[in-house]
């Protein structure tokens, strides 16, 4: 029931963020209308059936994947190594608190703080 | 299409793969611009995109972002209406979200009733409350995931039994260092949350 009530709350903070997002991209309509448009056309692809919906999701998660490997590509060969440093400075209990945010984040919920106000 | 091989093997590879991003996104992102900056911003990705010089990359990430927020939410309106459908077989909710249609075999009505209160909760704001107790709650299900693992037949079980007992571990060293008012928070809407069950069965 409370899993149920976390995952529903999620769920609305990254309609919301991708909404933002989404607006930074084509600032024609408000945040809102792509939240809302959004909810709208995955919920019909979610009641065409699991494959169509699986479908969906392999070109999201490709989206995905290839904007974080360019990322990743463009910032290699520009790194400071003083930036490692200090590491870890909050030892285990800092690695253990961030994990916990972290499995947050894998579930998708990392971005209720860093969704932009603008 | 035989689940008990592929259902494992994409477990792993989704895991090994969610790894190998994780890491190399932050290790870029932290030798970019440095933690303490990475920390002060709510957009942590787009400061360190920021400082780069490849053509559109600041237009890449925050594509990646959106998609990113979409696959979350398709995710979500899936797992959450299989979970209402469970729910309901199990009479913890009403039999109703039992329903499969018979076209598309997909629980619709989980399915509907999913997307309506995540447009009321997108319209209307969350409770600020459930969020801060997210976290916790979800640790405690993953641990109650652990649980059942062990609880399950040696035959039917694929690996050590040693993983669900790390998996456990971890959940638990994790939970624990939360924040205080992230654990009340949890433990108090776990309590309601067994009200709100014990009413359903009443009724």
Known sequence: ?118 | MEPEKTIPRAVIITILTAIVVYAAVSFVAVGLVGADRMAESRSPLQVAAGTMTTPGIGLVITLGAATAMLGVLLSQILGISRMLLAMGRRNDLPAFFEKIHPVTSVPHIGIIFTSVVILAITLLGSFEFVVRSATFTILLYYSITNLAAMKQPLVQQLHSRAIPWLGLAGCLAMSVSLPWDVIVSGVILLAAGFGVRWLVKKM
């Open chain 1, 1 to 118: 029931m409370d899993v149920l009530l976390s995952k529903l709350s999620a769920a609305g903070i990254v309609a919301i963020g991708f909404g933002s997002y989404v607006h930074e991209l084509i600032p024609v309509f408000s945040p809102m209308v792509y939240s809302v448009s959004a909810i709208v056309l995955l919920t019909i692809a979610n009641l065409l059936g699991i494959k169509k919906a699986g479908t969906v999701n392999m070109v999201i998660v490709f989206v995905t994947l290839l904007s974080l490997v360019y990322f990743v590509f463009s910032g290699l060969g520009a790194l400071d190594t003083n930036n490692f440093t200090p590491f870890a400075p909050f030892g285990v209990l800092g690695i253990a608190e961030a994990s916990a945010i972290l499995f947050f984040a894998f579930t998708g919920y990392a971005r209720i703080a860093p969704w932009p106000k603008r």
